[in-house]
């Protein structure tokens, strides 16, 4: 079946039809993404909470090792949209063949990287050795499956840059679909067939990573961007110079992330007797949270490639007014969304979390992080479209900033030191995240990224 995607004209017309070209598409792709992560948590539950939060953990772990994909698919976005609004469909061509080869180069190494420092990697949880080694298996299996994984997220990228979201879409609704199905058929069997466990989580995310893959080779061959496959496959050195001054920040900025999300697993660790529970709860709230946090990803991406392309059409002005308008729809979207899950968070903390204690500071931690969600909203979007630019250095120090200076000595202090357990964590989150959209909107506002040249 030939899936076309139609590329419009992102540099004209009317901003708000723009905007939703660029946005639904991308929404069901993060909707898509949210019910394969709390497919894997409500299987989780059913395994106890120690599978929970290993899930948990070795999905930051993993987030931490596709870093440099997520990266280079940054710098793809920034360069292959300002290729497409300018009309070098040879630049376009050529930058996104370069964002694939060295997404597989980067791959290879970090598979075998992680392999090789898994047990290392693993200790920093603070689990008991019995919940170590499955932790251990986990990761395993998600390392083995990186090079498809890679080129997965980098092929979506470049669908994203040339405004082409449908095969994006395509793509990752085979790939979720694959994963949905296969978790609960890998762990819990079907007919003669007993099922292989909690390895069933991590074998069914490896496979889905692999057929979405497989789906977009397919579309670049039956796409506009067909001519990928043409032209020589070999690393030039301009190239990759630009693709590193544009995701070294950016990788730095998930680097920091990611580790301090382990330092905020790490921290709950401390907890005495209350840290299973606490980690559980953080992993279940999030993937909850991810109901809002996913559509704003979304929005942060359509900023971006709107961004790119008309700045590459010379249109700076018209990407501020693209930037101001996407973040006023998302908080005005991510406001209406916070108020039904603070009401309803026990609700919706009952589908994936199955022990009443974890259920209970599942419920504490929504309803707190509900009150940050409007900053986030412009932190993200406006980050996005930073990215987009060419920034990546701005949105890095302002993320950085808020993590390291705000968010864990804060945590660390209202949790441990000054005894308020799991409750000061959270707090933490929600301080570090106003500070966070306040100085990401004063970097917008400042409008230097208008005039970057890379």
Same mark, same amino acid.
């Given at each position: 079946?030939?899936?076309?995607?139609?590329?419009?004209?992102?540099?004209?017309?009317?901003?708000?039809?723009?905007?939703?070209?660029?946005?639904?598409?991308?929404?069901?792709?993060?909707?898509?993404?949210?019910?394969?992560?709390?497919?894997?948590?409500?299987?989780?539950?059913?395994?106890?909470?120690?599978?929970?939060?290993?899930?948990?953990?070795?999905?930051?772990? &993993?987030?931490? @090792? *596709?870093?440099? +994909?997520?990266?280079?698919?940054? $710098?793809? !976005?920034?360069?292959?949209?300002? #290729?497409?609004?300018?009309?070098?469909?040879?630049?376009?061509?050529?930058?996104?063949?370069?964002?694939?080869?060295?997404?597989?180069?980067?791959?290879?190494?970090?598979?075998?990287?992680?392999?090789?420092?898994?047990?290392?990697?693993?200790?920093?949880?603070?689990?008991?050795?019995?919940?170590?080694?499955?932790?251990?298996?986990?990761?395993?299996?998600?390392?083995?499956?990186?090079?498809?994984? &890679?080129?997965? @997220? *980098?092929?979506? +990228?470049?669908?994203?840059?040339? $405004?082409? !979201?449908?095969?994006?879409?395509? #793509?990752?609704?085979?790939?979720?679909?694959?994963?949905?199905?296969?978790?609960?058929?890998?762990?819990?069997?079907?007919?003669?067939?007993?099922?292989?466990?909690?390895?069933?989580?991590?074998?069914?995310?490896?496979?889905?990573?692999?057929?979405?893959?497989?789906?977009?080779?397919?579309?670049?061959?039956?796409?506009?961007?067909?001519?990928?496959?043409?032209?020589?496959?070999?690393?030039?050195?301009?190239?990759?110079?630009?693709?590193?001054?544009?995701?070294?920040?950016?990788?730095?900025?998930?680097?920091?992330?990611?580790?301090?999300?382990?330092?905020?697993?790490?921290?709950?660790?401390?907890?005495?007797?209350?840290?299973?529970?606490?980690?559980?709860?953080?992993?279940?709230?999030?993937?909850?949270?991810?109901?809002?946090?996913?559509?704003?990803?979304?929005?942060?991406?359509?900023?971006?490639?709107?961004?790119?392309?008309?700045?590459?059409?010379?249109?700076?002005?018209?990407?501020?007014?693209?930037?101001?308008?996407?973040?006023?729809?998302?908080?005005?979207?991510?406001?209406?969304?916070?108020?039904?899950?603070?009401?309803?968070?026990?609700?919706?903390?009952?589908?994936?979390?199955?022990?009443?204690?974890?259920?209970?500071?599942?419920?504490?931690?929504?309803?707190?992080?509900?009150?940050?969600?409007?900053?986030?909203?412009?932190?993200?979007?406006?980050?996005?479209?930073?990215?987009?630019?060419?920034?990546?250095?701005?949105?890095?120090?302002?993320?950085?900033?808020?993590?390291?200076?705000?968010?864990?000595?804060?945590?660390?202090?209202?949790?441990?030191?000054?005894?308020?357990?799991?409750?000061?964590?959270?707090?933490?989150?929600?301080?570090?995240?106003?500070?966070?959209?306040?100085?990401?909107?004063?970097?917008?506002?400042?409008?230097?990224?208008?005039?970057?040249?890379?």
């Amino acid at each position: 079946m030939r899936v076309q995607g139609r590329a419009v004209d992102l540099t004209a017309g009317s901003i708000w039809k723009n905007i939703w070209h660029m946005s639904w598409s991308m929404i069901l792709v993060m909707f898509l993404n949210f019910l394969v992560g709390i497919t894997d948590i409500y299987v989780a539950g059913f395994l106890g909470p120690e599978i929970q939060a290993v899930v948990g953990f070795v999905g930051e772990l &993993y987030f931490f @090792i *596709i870093i440099v +994909a997520n990266a280079i698919s940054i $710098g793809t !976005v920034a360069i292959v949209s300002r #290729a497409v609004g300018s009309g070098d469909t040879e630049g376009a061509l050529s930058a996104a063949r370069q964002s694939l080869l060295l997404g597989a180069v980067c791959a290879l190494a970090l598979m075998m990287a992680g392999i090789l420092f898994r047990d290392a990697l693993i200790a920093v949880a603070g689990f008991p050795e019995n919940v170590r080694t499955i932790a251990a298996e986990f990761f395993v299996i998600f390392a083995v499956a990186l090079v498809p994984n &890679y080129l997965l @997220i *980098i092929s979506n +990228a470049i669908f994203r840059a040339g $405004g082409e !979201v449908k095969l994006t879409l395509t #793509a990752m609704f085979v790939a979720s679909l694959v994963n949905i199905v296969l978790d609960f058929l890998l762990v819990f069997g079907l007919f003669s067939f007993q099922g292989i466990g909690y390895r069933g989580i991590a074998v069914s995310t490896a496979l889905a990573m692999t057929a979405g893959m497989m789906i977009c080779i397919a579309l670049f061959r039956q796409s506009r961007w067909q001519k990928i496959f043409h032209g020589t496959w070999h690393l030039y050195k301009d190239l990759v110079r630009r693709f590193f001054v544009l995701s070294w920040p950016a990788a730095l900025l998930q680097v920091s992330w990611n580790t301090g999300n382990i330092v905020i697993y790490n921290i709950l660790g401390r907890l005495d007797e209350g840290s299973i529970t606490a980690m559980a709860a953080l992993t279940s709230g999030l993937r909850i949270e991810a109901i809002i946090y996913l559509p704003m990803f979304a929005l942060n991406m359509a900023g971006s490639v709107l961004t790119g392309q008309n700045l590459g059409a010379g249109m700076p002005e018209r990407a501020e007014k693209i930037g101001w308008k996407i973040a006023f729809a998302g908080v005005v979207f991510v406001s209406l969304l916070a108020v039904p899950v603070f009401i309803w968070a026990g609700a919706l903390s009952s589908s994936v979390a199955k022990d009443p204690q974890v259920l209970a500071e599942t419920v504490r931690y929504l309803r707190i992080m509900m009150l940050s969600e409007p900053f986030m909203a412009l932190s993200l979007i406006l980050g996005g479209c930073l990215q987009g630019a060419g920034d990546t250095k701005g949105a890095m120090f302002i993320i950085v900033g808020a993590l390291w200076i705000v968010r864990l000595p804060l945590a660390y202090i209202i949790a441990v030191i000054a005894g308020y357990g799991a409750y000061g964590v959270w707090l933490a989150m929600v301080i570090s995240m106003f500070f966070q959209g306040i100085a990401m909107t004063l970097r917008y506002r400042r409008g230097r990224w208008k005039d970057l040249k890379y």
